[in-house]
């Protein structure tokens, strides 16, 4: 009997004491799925309907980061380009004082967020990665050809749904109310599934629902390549990025030995 106990522990011993030290040293990371607050060149753009800046949405943000700042972030990642200085300067003049904040999820998450969670540095991640097609040749101009003409009718049941449901609480709810909602595994999902739909298109076209697609795909791979540049072991990141790169990063984190995936909607 002894000898059995002494056995089982020793297994108890081996399971846990691994995957105790991997725990503390993998990085915790938080996507954080967002609307943009102002207009891009989306296939989907926001619905609000005031400014970010107005004083009700400011207090909104407040909120928002608040809730975030829970988490406790050691560094913060933003969608802007990794290798454009200017944000780094911007956020060393904001901690100092001299850089009002622009409307975008950028600052208004981002630089907050940081700030908040007394970050010295902010950390731009976002790249469009290599061109999968010629955009000059014949075959590249028949394909954007077609996506221009096709792109904004695709439809699905599914993200349908979600497209109306987040178009609605941009126009009525608050911003926490809009990322509780797109941030939901469900909104996640439906998003995404939209580019399996696209991916089937314009096979006369040059396959072009399968090269944008495989864009769409590439980038995200190359935005996870740089959130893993900057990432060190220990690290609590929150990403502040577009909804629509949600599905893939978070499975990206998820497939990492070095990192554990944080839900949001544990702070939202």
């Known amino acids: 009997m002894i000898i059995r106990i002494c056995c089982t522990l020793l297994i108890v011993v081996l399971f846990v004491g691994p995957a105790s030290a991997q725990s503390t040293s993998q990085a915790q ?17 926001s ?21 975030l700042a829970a988490f406790h972030p050691t560094k913060v990642l933003i969608e802007a380009a990794m290798r454009n200085p200017v944000y780094a300067q911007r956020y060393r003049d904001y901690l100092a004082g001299k850089f009002s904040l622009g409307a975008n999820e950028i600052y208004q998450y981002g630089f907050r967020l940081a700030a908040l969670s007394k970050n010295p540095e902010i950390y731009p991640i976002d790249t469009d990665g290599p061109s999968i097609y010629d955009e000059n040749s014949p075959e590249g101009k028949r394909i954007d050809a077609y996506l221009k003409d096709h792109l904004a009718s695709v439809k699905g049941p599914t993200f349908d749904a979600f497209v109306a449901r987040a178009e609605s609480l941009e126009r ?17 999902r439906a998003n995404a599934a939209w580019y399996s739909v696209v991916d089937g298109m314009g096979r006369e ?15 995200n791979c190359y935005i996870f390549s740089n959130i893993l540049s900057v990432v060190q072991p220990g690290d609590r990141v929150a990403v502040i990025i577009g909804q629509g790169h949600e599905y893939l990063l978070r499975e990206f984190v998820r497939l990492n030995p070095n990192m554990q995936d944080v839900d949001p909607l544990q702070y939202l």
């Open 172 to 188: 009525t709810g608050t911003y926490l109310d809009v990322l509780r909602f797109i941030n939901t595994d469900a909104a996640i």
């Open 205 to 219: 076209a040059d396959d072009a629902g399968a090269a944008y697609t495989a864009q769409w795909y590439a980038r």
């Open 47 to 67: 619905q609000f309907q005031d400014s970010p800046l107005s004083p009700k949405r400011q207090a909104q943000i407040r909120d928002v980061v608040n809730r």
């Open 29 to 45: 990371v938080m996507i954080v799925g967002v609307a943009h607050l102002v207009a891009r060149r989306d296939i989907h753009n």
